[in-house]
Nanobody, 123 residues
């Protein structure tokens, strides 16, 4: 069993930045790592994903150009750098791991999940 632990959430003003981290409890042979978010009363939505080498990434249109996903396999850690934050970015952010070799952009395509970290952006 793999455990994913997120950190880095918090309260920030609109226009500010946060960096989320997600560390795996052990080295995993996962291919894609992803970030999702869920706001109150809404479904969990895709934010970004990255493959093992870091050479293949995809972003949701709503965050493209503002968020950057990256990973450090030596540290079993994936990051989400969030810049120019908006109030609509407020949500619980979840890290997820996918073992399949193809890119995944829906929650059902991921095998392991973290417990989530709250991000709140004030206007």
């Amino acid at each position: 069993q793999v455990q994913l632990v997120e950190s880095g959430g918090g309260l920030v003003q609109a226009g500010g930045s946060l960096r989320l981290s997600c560390t795996a409890s052990r080295r995993t042979f996962t291919n894609y790592m992803g970030w999702f978010r869920q706001a109150p009363g809404k479904e969990r939505e895709f934010v970004a994903t990255i493959n093992w080498t870091g050479g293949n990434t995809r972003y949701a249109d709503s965050v493209n150009g503002r968020f950057t996903i990256s990973r450090d396999n030596a540290k079993n850690t994936v990051y989400l750098q969030m810049n120019s934050l908006k109030p609509e970015d407020t949500a619980v952010y979840y890290c997820a791991a996918r073992t399949a070799s193809t890119m995944g952009v829906t929650p059902l395509m991921y095998d392991y999940w973290g417990q989530g970290t709250q991000v709140t952006v004030s206007s």
